[in-house]
Protein backbone atom coordinates (compact mmCIF):
# COMPACT_ATOMS: atom_id res chain seq x y z
CA UNK A 1 0.00 0.00 0.00
CA UNK A 2 2.50 2.58 0.77
CA UNK A 3 4.03 2.16 -2.56
CA UNK A 4 1.18 2.56 -4.40
CA UNK A 5 0.75 5.78 -2.28
CA UNK A 6 4.12 7.23 -2.78
CA UNK A 7 3.59 6.51 -6.51
CA UNK A 8 0.69 8.32 -6.58
CA UNK A 9 1.65 11.55 -4.95
CA UNK A 10 4.68 11.69 -7.70
CA UNK A 11 2.41 11.29 -10.48
CA UNK A 12 0.16 14.18 -8.84
CA UNK A 13 3.26 15.99 -8.13
CA UNK A 14 4.57 15.61 -11.64
CA UNK A 15 1.27 16.57 -13.30
CA UNK A 16 1.46 19.68 -10.98
CA UNK A 17 4.83 20.57 -11.92
CA UNK A 18 3.96 20.13 -15.83
CA UNK A 19 1.06 23.09 -15.22
CA UNK A 20 3.16 24.77 -12.89
CA UNK A 21 5.99 24.67 -16.02
CA UNK A 22 3.21 25.15 -18.78
CA UNK A 23 1.39 27.89 -17.08
CA UNK A 24 3.89 30.96 -17.49
CA UNK A 25 4.65 30.54 -21.41
CA UNK A 26 1.18 30.48 -21.95
CA UNK A 27 1.12 33.92 -20.09
CA UNK A 28 4.12 35.32 -22.09
CA UNK A 29 2.67 34.14 -25.49
CA UNK A 30 -0.43 35.68 -24.40
CA UNK A 31 1.18 39.18 -23.93
CA UNK A 32 3.54 38.42 -26.72
CA UNK A 33 0.25 38.71 -28.71
CA UNK A 34 -0.92 41.22 -27.02
CA UNK A 35 2.64 43.63 -28.27
CA UNK A 36 1.91 41.80 -31.78
CA UNK A 37 -1.58 43.47 -32.18
CA UNK A 38 -0.44 46.76 -30.61
CA UNK A 39 2.40 46.98 -33.62
CA UNK A 40 0.06 46.53 -35.93
CA UNK A 41 -2.79 49.26 -34.29
CA UNK A 42 0.14 51.68 -34.80
CA UNK A 43 0.73 50.34 -38.36
CA UNK A 44 -2.75 51.20 -38.94
CA UNK A 45 -2.32 53.69 -37.21
CA UNK A 46 0.29 54.88 -39.45
CA UNK A 47 -1.77 53.58 -42.98
CA UNK A 48 -5.06 55.84 -42.32
CA UNK A 49 -6.09 58.28 -43.97
CA UNK A 50 -6.05 61.21 -41.20
CA UNK A 51 -2.22 59.94 -40.31
CA UNK A 52 -1.33 60.37 -44.31
CA UNK A 53 -2.77 63.80 -44.13
CA UNK A 54 -1.34 64.56 -41.04
CA UNK A 55 2.41 63.65 -42.87
CA UNK A 56 1.39 64.95 -45.90
CA UNK A 57 0.71 68.92 -43.99
CA UNK A 58 3.97 68.64 -42.35
CA UNK A 59 5.89 67.72 -44.84
CA UNK A 60 4.13 70.98 -46.62
CA UNK A 61 5.19 72.92 -43.65
CA UNK A 62 8.94 72.01 -43.58
CA UNK A 63 9.75 72.18 -47.16
CA UNK A 64 6.86 75.48 -48.46
CA UNK A 65 6.89 77.80 -44.90
CA UNK A 66 9.79 76.46 -43.40
CA UNK A 67 12.32 78.85 -45.80
CA UNK A 68 12.34 82.71 -45.98
CA UNK A 69 12.64 82.87 -49.45
CA UNK A 70 9.80 80.91 -50.43
CA UNK A 71 8.31 84.58 -49.61
CA UNK A 72 9.45 85.10 -53.53
CA UNK A 73 6.64 81.88 -54.78
CA UNK A 74 4.21 84.74 -55.96
CA UNK A 75 6.01 86.31 -58.16
CA UNK A 76 6.28 82.74 -60.58
CA UNK A 77 2.35 83.07 -60.91
CA UNK A 78 2.27 86.82 -61.25
CA UNK A 79 4.44 86.21 -64.18
CA UNK A 80 2.39 83.55 -65.94
CA UNK A 81 -0.38 86.05 -65.81
CA UNK A 82 1.50 89.06 -67.10
CA UNK A 83 2.31 86.81 -70.01
CA UNK A 84 -1.17 86.82 -70.76
CA UNK A 85 -2.45 90.71 -70.57
CA UNK A 86 -2.18 92.28 -73.31
CA UNK A 87 0.86 94.74 -74.10
CA UNK A 88 4.27 94.55 -74.09
CA UNK A 89 5.35 92.99 -70.79
CA UNK A 90 8.32 90.66 -71.84
CA UNK A 91 10.87 92.24 -69.37
CA UNK A 92 8.61 92.03 -66.07
CA UNK A 93 7.47 88.35 -67.29
CA UNK A 94 11.05 87.81 -67.63
CA UNK A 95 12.27 89.62 -63.93
CA UNK A 96 9.14 88.19 -62.48
CA UNK A 97 9.52 84.58 -63.69
CA UNK A 98 13.41 84.72 -63.10
CA UNK A 99 12.64 85.33 -59.21
CA UNK A 100 9.71 83.14 -58.90
CA UNK A 101 12.57 79.94 -60.43
CA UNK A 102 14.93 81.36 -57.63
CA UNK A 103 12.62 79.76 -54.14
CA UNK A 104 11.73 76.93 -56.50
CA UNK A 105 15.63 75.96 -57.53
CA UNK A 106 16.68 76.73 -53.63
CA UNK A 107 13.56 74.08 -52.52
CA UNK A 108 14.84 72.02 -55.10
CA UNK A 109 18.30 71.49 -53.65
CA UNK A 110 16.71 71.09 -50.26
CA UNK A 111 15.10 68.25 -51.29
CA UNK A 112 17.91 66.60 -52.66
CA UNK A 113 19.91 67.36 -49.23
CA UNK A 114 17.11 65.34 -48.07
CA UNK A 115 17.32 62.81 -49.90
CA UNK A 116 20.80 62.83 -49.89
CA UNK A 117 20.94 61.89 -46.04
CA UNK A 118 19.62 58.50 -46.45
CA UNK A 119 22.02 57.61 -49.96
CA UNK A 120 25.50 58.04 -48.13
CA UNK A 121 27.94 61.57 -49.15
CA UNK A 122 29.43 60.14 -52.67
CA UNK A 123 26.04 59.54 -54.13
CA UNK A 124 24.67 62.67 -51.94
CA UNK A 125 26.91 64.68 -54.03
CA UNK A 126 26.08 63.12 -57.58
CA UNK A 127 22.21 63.73 -56.74
CA UNK A 128 23.29 67.31 -55.74
CA UNK A 129 25.19 68.23 -58.86
CA UNK A 130 22.25 66.30 -61.22
CA UNK A 131 18.97 67.55 -59.38
CA UNK A 132 20.64 71.16 -58.97
CA UNK A 133 21.63 71.02 -62.75
CA UNK A 134 17.88 70.18 -63.64
CA UNK A 135 16.73 73.97 -64.18
CA UNK A 136 19.36 74.54 -66.50
CA UNK A 137 18.85 71.56 -68.58
CA UNK A 138 14.93 72.50 -68.77
CA UNK A 139 15.78 75.64 -70.09
CA UNK A 140 18.00 74.72 -72.08
CA UNK A 141 15.49 72.29 -73.93
CA UNK A 142 13.12 74.55 -73.92
CA UNK A 143 15.51 76.89 -75.80
CA UNK A 144 16.63 74.28 -78.28
CA UNK A 145 12.88 73.75 -79.08
CA UNK A 146 12.22 77.02 -79.99
CA UNK A 147 15.60 77.62 -82.21
CA UNK A 148 17.93 79.67 -79.52
CA UNK A 149 20.83 77.28 -80.38
CA UNK A 150 23.32 80.43 -78.63
CA UNK A 151 21.10 81.09 -75.62
CA UNK A 152 21.74 77.16 -75.03
CA UNK A 153 25.43 77.62 -75.44
CA UNK A 154 25.59 80.69 -73.39
CA UNK A 155 23.28 79.16 -70.09
CA UNK A 156 25.13 76.19 -70.00
CA UNK A 157 28.46 78.26 -70.27
CA UNK A 158 27.42 80.23 -67.72
CA UNK A 159 26.44 77.87 -65.25
CA UNK A 160 30.33 76.03 -65.32
CA UNK A 161 32.05 79.73 -64.67
CA UNK A 162 28.97 80.32 -62.13
CA UNK A 163 29.77 77.17 -60.29
CA UNK A 164 33.68 76.98 -60.61
CA UNK A 165 33.75 80.50 -59.81
CA UNK A 166 30.93 82.31 -58.06
CA UNK A 167 29.37 79.56 -56.08
CA UNK A 168 33.05 78.00 -54.76
CA UNK A 169 34.22 81.14 -54.55
CA UNK A 170 31.33 81.89 -52.02
CA UNK A 171 31.76 78.16 -50.21
CA UNK A 172 35.61 78.60 -49.54
CA UNK A 173 34.92 82.57 -48.23
CA UNK A 174 31.82 81.52 -45.93
CA UNK A 175 34.13 78.30 -44.94
CA UNK A 176 37.16 80.22 -43.97
CA UNK A 177 35.30 82.64 -42.55
CA UNK A 178 33.51 79.70 -40.22
CA UNK A 179 37.31 78.32 -39.11
CA UNK A 180 39.60 81.15 -39.66
CA UNK A 181 41.87 79.53 -37.18
CA UNK A 182 43.09 76.63 -40.02
CA UNK A 183 42.72 75.79 -43.45
CA UNK A 184 39.81 73.31 -44.70
CA UNK A 185 40.68 69.81 -45.98
CA UNK A 186 39.20 67.82 -48.97
CA UNK A 187 39.92 65.08 -51.01
CA UNK A 188 42.59 66.27 -53.27
CA UNK A 189 42.40 62.82 -55.62
CA UNK A 190 38.75 63.56 -56.71
CA UNK A 191 39.56 67.23 -57.38
CA UNK A 192 42.35 66.19 -59.42
CA UNK A 193 40.08 63.80 -61.22
CA UNK A 194 37.64 66.37 -62.04
CA UNK A 195 40.07 69.01 -63.19
CA UNK A 196 40.89 66.80 -65.71
CA UNK A 197 37.29 65.66 -67.09
CA UNK A 198 37.03 69.75 -67.11
CA UNK A 199 40.26 70.15 -68.91
CA UNK A 200 38.65 67.06 -71.11
CA UNK A 201 35.63 69.47 -71.99
CA UNK A 202 37.60 72.46 -72.72
CA UNK A 203 39.53 70.20 -75.52
CA UNK A 204 35.86 68.98 -77.22
CA UNK A 205 34.86 72.69 -77.02
CA UNK A 206 38.21 74.43 -78.24
CA UNK A 207 38.60 72.12 -81.64
CA UNK A 208 35.04 72.56 -83.19
CA UNK A 209 35.78 76.94 -82.55
CA UNK A 210 39.20 76.20 -84.00
CA UNK A 211 38.26 74.29 -86.86
CA UNK A 212 35.62 77.10 -87.38
CA UNK A 213 37.94 80.30 -86.74
CA UNK A 214 40.88 78.95 -88.82
CA UNK A 215 38.57 77.92 -91.98
CA UNK A 216 40.20 74.55 -92.35
CA UNK A 217 37.13 72.53 -92.85
CA UNK A 218 37.23 69.36 -95.30
CA UNK A 219 33.33 70.56 -95.77
CA UNK A 220 32.28 73.96 -94.67
CA UNK A 221 28.98 74.18 -92.53
CA UNK A 222 29.23 70.27 -92.05
CA UNK A 223 32.52 69.21 -90.36
CA UNK A 224 31.85 71.86 -87.48
CA UNK A 225 28.69 70.16 -86.35
CA UNK A 226 29.77 66.25 -87.42
CA UNK A 227 32.84 66.94 -84.58
CA UNK A 228 30.62 68.31 -82.34
CA UNK A 229 28.30 65.32 -82.52
CA UNK A 230 31.00 62.75 -82.70
CA UNK A 231 32.92 64.93 -80.00
CA UNK A 232 29.37 64.66 -77.55
CA UNK A 233 29.36 60.58 -77.76
CA UNK A 234 32.48 60.77 -77.19
CA UNK A 235 32.16 62.84 -73.75
CA UNK A 236 28.96 60.88 -73.05
CA UNK A 237 31.10 57.54 -73.20
CA UNK A 238 33.42 59.10 -70.73
CA UNK A 239 31.57 60.44 -68.43
CA UNK A 240 29.69 56.93 -67.96
CA UNK A 241 33.22 55.53 -67.45
CA UNK A 242 33.87 58.66 -64.36
CA UNK A 243 29.98 57.15 -62.98
CA UNK A 244 31.57 53.79 -62.90
CA UNK A 245 34.96 54.94 -61.67
CA UNK A 246 33.60 57.08 -58.70
CA UNK A 247 30.75 54.53 -57.76
CA UNK A 248 31.97 51.37 -57.89
CA UNK A 249 35.54 50.57 -58.79
CA UNK A 250 37.46 53.12 -56.99
CA UNK A 251 35.25 53.78 -54.13
CA UNK A 252 37.78 54.25 -51.29
CA UNK A 253 39.46 56.93 -53.78
CA UNK A 254 35.96 59.15 -53.14
CA UNK A 255 35.46 58.23 -49.25
CA UNK A 256 35.55 62.16 -48.01
CA UNK A 257 38.10 62.73 -45.46
CA UNK A 258 37.37 62.39 -41.91
CA UNK A 259 34.18 60.13 -42.88
CA UNK A 260 34.94 58.12 -39.78
CA UNK A 261 34.30 60.92 -37.39
CA UNK A 262 31.09 61.86 -38.46
CA UNK A 263 28.31 60.19 -36.42
CA UNK A 264 25.35 58.78 -37.53
CA UNK A 265 23.62 60.94 -34.86
CA UNK A 266 24.11 64.06 -36.86
CA UNK A 267 22.55 62.37 -39.86
CA UNK A 268 19.64 61.73 -38.04
CA UNK A 269 19.29 65.11 -37.01
CA UNK A 270 19.35 66.54 -40.64
CA UNK A 271 16.61 64.44 -41.73
CA UNK A 272 13.33 66.10 -41.58
CA UNK A 273 11.75 64.73 -44.11
CA UNK A 274 11.38 60.88 -45.23
CA UNK A 275 12.99 59.51 -48.43
CA UNK A 276 9.29 59.16 -50.16
CA UNK A 277 8.52 62.40 -49.25
CA UNK A 278 11.87 64.08 -50.38
CA UNK A 279 11.35 62.19 -54.37
CA UNK A 280 8.04 63.22 -54.59
CA UNK A 281 9.19 66.88 -53.87
CA UNK A 282 11.80 66.47 -56.63
CA UNK A 283 9.49 65.76 -59.24
CA UNK A 284 6.71 68.76 -57.90
CA UNK A 285 9.44 70.84 -57.96
CA UNK A 286 10.68 69.90 -61.21
CA UNK A 287 7.70 70.40 -62.70
CA UNK A 288 7.12 73.53 -61.77
CA UNK A 289 10.43 74.86 -62.79
CA UNK A 290 10.00 73.37 -66.78
CA UNK A 291 6.36 75.29 -66.40
CA UNK A 292 7.77 78.51 -65.16
CA UNK A 293 11.04 78.03 -67.18
CA UNK A 294 8.85 78.12 -71.11
CA UNK A 295 7.59 81.56 -70.05
CA UNK A 296 11.22 82.73 -69.44
CA UNK A 297 13.01 81.36 -72.60
CA UNK A 298 9.83 83.06 -74.75
CA UNK A 299 10.77 86.63 -72.93
CA UNK A 300 14.60 86.52 -73.05
CA UNK A 301 14.57 88.48 -76.55
CA UNK A 302 12.18 90.97 -75.43
CA UNK A 303 13.45 91.33 -71.93
CA UNK A 304 17.16 92.06 -73.19
CA UNK A 305 15.93 94.92 -75.47
CA UNK A 306 13.72 96.36 -72.82
CA UNK A 307 16.02 96.07 -70.61
CA UNK A 308 18.61 97.63 -72.86
CA UNK A 309 20.76 94.71 -71.76
CA UNK A 310 23.29 92.56 -73.98
CA UNK A 311 21.83 89.09 -73.87
CA UNK A 312 24.87 87.34 -73.57
CA UNK A 313 25.04 88.70 -70.10
CA UNK A 314 21.55 87.55 -69.68
CA UNK A 315 22.04 84.04 -70.90
CA UNK A 316 26.02 83.59 -69.36
CA UNK A 317 25.26 85.52 -65.83
CA UNK A 318 21.97 86.21 -64.69
CA UNK A 319 20.46 82.68 -66.06
CA UNK A 320 22.36 80.35 -64.38
CA UNK A 321 22.68 82.90 -60.91
CA UNK A 322 19.45 81.48 -60.76
CA UNK A 323 20.03 78.13 -61.74
CA UNK A 324 22.42 77.64 -59.75
CA UNK A 325 20.65 78.90 -56.35
CA UNK A 326 20.54 75.17 -54.98
CA UNK A 327 24.27 74.71 -55.76
CA UNK A 328 25.23 77.73 -54.55
CA UNK A 329 22.96 77.28 -50.77
CA UNK A 330 24.01 73.38 -50.40
CA UNK A 331 27.59 74.32 -51.60
CA UNK A 332 27.78 77.07 -48.33
CA UNK A 333 25.91 75.04 -46.57
CA UNK A 334 28.23 72.03 -46.81
CA UNK A 335 31.23 74.33 -46.60
CA UNK A 336 30.67 75.86 -42.75
CA UNK A 337 30.17 72.49 -41.65
CA UNK A 338 33.51 71.77 -42.67
CA UNK A 339 32.15 69.19 -45.38
CA UNK A 340 34.20 70.17 -48.14
CA UNK A 341 33.93 66.92 -50.16
CA UNK A 342 30.65 67.42 -50.43
CA UNK A 343 31.09 70.98 -51.48
CA UNK A 344 33.39 70.04 -54.49
CA UNK A 345 31.21 67.37 -55.06
CA UNK A 346 28.47 70.19 -55.57
CA UNK A 347 30.24 73.20 -57.04
CA UNK A 348 32.76 71.03 -59.26
CA UNK A 349 30.85 68.08 -59.83
CA UNK A 350 27.88 70.03 -61.22
CA UNK A 351 30.72 71.91 -63.43
CA UNK A 352 31.91 68.65 -64.60
CA UNK A 353 28.43 66.92 -65.13
CA UNK A 354 27.45 70.54 -67.28
CA UNK A 355 30.23 70.67 -69.47
CA UNK A 356 30.68 66.26 -69.82
CA UNK A 357 26.97 65.34 -70.04
CA UNK A 358 24.12 67.97 -70.10
CA UNK A 359 26.07 70.09 -73.37
CA UNK A 360 26.87 66.70 -74.88
CA UNK A 361 23.35 65.81 -74.20
CA UNK A 362 22.17 68.85 -75.93
CA UNK A 363 24.00 68.27 -78.90
CA UNK A 364 22.77 64.81 -79.25
CA UNK A 365 18.88 66.29 -78.10
CA UNK A 366 19.18 69.06 -80.98
CA UNK A 367 20.38 66.32 -83.49
CA UNK A 368 17.17 64.10 -83.11
CA UNK A 369 14.98 67.84 -82.82
CA UNK A 370 16.79 68.58 -86.00
CA UNK A 371 18.23 71.46 -84.79
CA UNK A 372 22.39 72.02 -85.76
CA UNK A 373 23.87 72.60 -81.75
CA UNK A 374 27.33 72.24 -82.10
CA UNK A 375 30.05 72.64 -79.58
CA UNK A 376 31.58 76.04 -80.98
CA UNK A 377 30.68 78.83 -78.03
CA UNK A 378 32.92 80.99 -80.29
CA UNK A 379 36.73 82.19 -79.27
CA UNK A 380 35.62 84.56 -76.72
CA UNK A 381 33.41 82.04 -74.71
CA UNK A 382 35.60 78.93 -75.22
CA UNK A 383 38.67 81.39 -73.83
CA UNK A 384 36.99 82.39 -70.63
CA UNK A 385 36.30 78.79 -69.98
CA UNK A 386 39.92 77.51 -70.38
CA UNK A 387 41.25 80.47 -68.19
CA UNK A 388 38.73 79.99 -65.76
CA UNK A 389 39.84 75.92 -65.74
CA UNK A 390 42.95 76.54 -64.89
CA UNK A 391 42.47 79.08 -62.57
CA UNK A 392 39.99 76.91 -60.29
CA UNK A 393 42.66 73.41 -61.05
CA UNK A 394 45.44 75.52 -59.42
CA UNK A 395 43.13 76.66 -56.44
CA UNK A 396 42.50 73.00 -55.97
CA UNK A 397 45.81 71.10 -56.55
CA UNK A 398 46.99 71.52 -52.71
CA UNK A 399 43.40 70.07 -51.37
CA UNK A 400 43.03 72.64 -48.80
CA UNK A 401 40.83 76.13 -49.14
CA UNK A 402 40.79 79.00 -46.97
CA UNK A 403 38.63 82.90 -47.10
CA UNK A 404 41.29 84.65 -49.59
CA UNK A 405 41.21 81.67 -52.23
CA UNK A 406 37.48 81.89 -51.86
CA UNK A 407 37.96 85.75 -52.65
CA UNK A 408 39.73 85.45 -55.56
CA UNK A 409 37.77 83.31 -57.08
CA UNK A 410 34.33 85.86 -56.50
CA UNK A 411 36.78 88.52 -58.13
CA UNK A 412 37.63 86.73 -60.87
CA UNK A 413 34.05 85.79 -61.44
CA UNK A 414 32.88 89.42 -61.32
CA UNK A 415 35.66 90.27 -63.94
CA UNK A 416 33.92 87.94 -66.11
CA UNK A 417 30.54 89.22 -65.57
CA UNK A 418 32.17 92.41 -66.72
CA UNK A 419 33.19 91.00 -69.70
CA UNK A 420 30.33 89.76 -70.83
CA UNK A 421 28.34 92.58 -70.30
CA UNK A 422 30.42 94.58 -72.60
CA UNK A 423 31.21 91.84 -74.72
CA UNK A 424 28.51 91.73 -78.15
CA UNK A 425 27.93 88.07 -79.26
CA UNK A 426 28.92 87.88 -83.29
CA UNK A 427 26.11 85.99 -84.08
CA UNK A 428 23.06 87.10 -82.09
CA UNK A 429 22.33 88.67 -85.33
CA UNK A 430 21.33 85.50 -87.19
CA UNK A 431 20.47 83.84 -83.81
CA UNK A 432 22.22 80.77 -83.74
Given at each position: MGAAENAELGGLQDEEEMVAGTAPPARKMQSLDFEHIGSLAAVAESLSPRSKWRMALRSIRIVIFQAKINVLLPFG???????????????????????????????????????????????????????????????????LKNGMIRVVQQSLLGSILSNMLLVLGCAFF???????????????????????????????????????????EAHYGKSEVSLSRFSSCIM?????????????????????????????????????????????????????????????????????????????????????IVGNAAEHASAIMFAMKNKLDITLGVAIG?????????????????????????????LFETATLFITVLVV????????SNYFKGLMLILCYLIVAASFFVHVDPKSSDNK
Open positions: PLAITLHYIPGNHQGWVFLFSLIGITPLAERLGYATEQLACYTGPTIGGLLNATFGNATEMIISIYAAGGLAHPDRDQVFNKASAVVNSGLLLMAVLGLMFPAVLHFTHSLVAYASYLFFQLKSQRSLYSPIGEEEETTEDEEDEKEITQGEAISWLFVLTIWISILSGYLVDAIQGASESLNMPLAFISVILLPSSTQISMFVIPFCVVIGWMMGEEMDLNFQAFMLQEGT
